[in-house]
């Protein structure tokens, strides 16, 4: 029965997707094609008024079929017309999903880094493509080695990303383990944390860099499933019995914005040390 379920609930969700993305995509173009900002402004609303219908019915169905099986904390204080920088433990696949439908017209629109593989993903690509998501390109240590001309071009993407986001309120979502928790790759990184990779600060780095002048707060979210944390397709047959979501609102020191993460070696190590210490908090929350 609940193979039935995650069925239907997929495909609704790609008949969802298959109704909005042209839209969307329609839309970009135009926003593209016109240098006039007033309108390219108006159409950044709309793109986003498109995608949080996308996501109501997604979240709608998946509620209807399996029931909340959210155990919520933390949502107060929190406003649709502000810019908030969020981070977050990434445990599942549908983390993205969840916390989508989570912070639903309570916050801005969630903008979240992307692999640049991604783009590729069937019409989703495209979609996020049109709603400014940033790319992110990620080098391994022995590539950069072979070619260090190419050291920090991925957090220019960033920066670059981040510039289009200071003219209406947003929300950029930043999964700063850079990957999703596994015990082999926990493992592999010799991590201090129990229940956490380790943080990367780049990505956030640039986000306040750029936008640190309207962005004040930070609301950390820690997501715990149980038993375990699904897969995708569980998450779509509902095989899991709950995820807990503790949410805090944090303000942002003075001292970690509009700073350059690349030349700034101060910043660097300051934004590195405030982000151990939020992931300290985090780890024990998780346990």
């Not at 493509?129 to 993407?157: C, I, Q, T």
């Not at 019995?241 to 350059?260: A, G, M, R, T, Y």
């Amino acid at each position: 029965m609940s193979a039935v379920k995650g069925t239907i609930i997929l495909l609704v969700v790609i008949a969802n997707t298959l109704f909005w993305v042209p839209i969307l995509v329609l839309f970009s173009l135009v926003k593209f094609i016109i240098p006039v900002v007033a309108i390219r402004k108006y159409i950044s609303k709309l793109l986003v008024w498109i995608a949080n219908n996308w996501i109501w019915l997604n979240s709608k169905i998946h509620l209807l079929f399996h029931g909340n099986k959210v155990d919520l904390k933390g949502m107060e204080n929190l406003k649709p017309d502000d810019w908030y920088l969020v981070i977050s433990n990434h445990a599942a696949a549908a983390d993205i999903p969840i916390l989508q439908n989570v912070f639903y017209k309570k916050i801005p629109f969630l903008k979240f880094f992307l692999k640049r593989e991604l783009i590729y993903v069937p019409f989703l690509g495209v979609a996020w493509w049109a709603l400014d998501f940033p790319f992110m390109r990620r080098f391994s240590a022995a590539y950069l080695a072979k070619n260090p001309h190419m050291k920090g071009k991925d957090l220019e993407v960033t920066k670059k990303a981040c510039e289009k986001f200071k003219d209406y309120p947003i929300s950029v979502i930043n999964f700063i383990e850079g990957t999703r928790f596994t015990q082999e790759k926990h493992k592999k990184q010799h991590s201090k944390y129990k229940h956490l990779l380790k943080p990367k600060s780049g990505g956030v780095g640039f986000v306040l860099g750029s936008m640190g002048k309207q962005m004040n707060y930070l609301i950390q979210t820690s997501l715990n499933y149980y038993p375990k944390a699904p897969s995708a397709w569980e998450y779509l047959c509902g095989k899991y019995d709950k995820v807990e979501i503790i949410i805090e609102k944090i303000k942002i020191p003075d001292n970690l914005k509009n700073k350059n993460y690349i030349t700034d070696m101060a910043f660097r190590k300051e934004l590195q040390d405030w982000l151990s210490g939020l992931w300290t908090n985090q780890d024990a929350r998780l346990s």
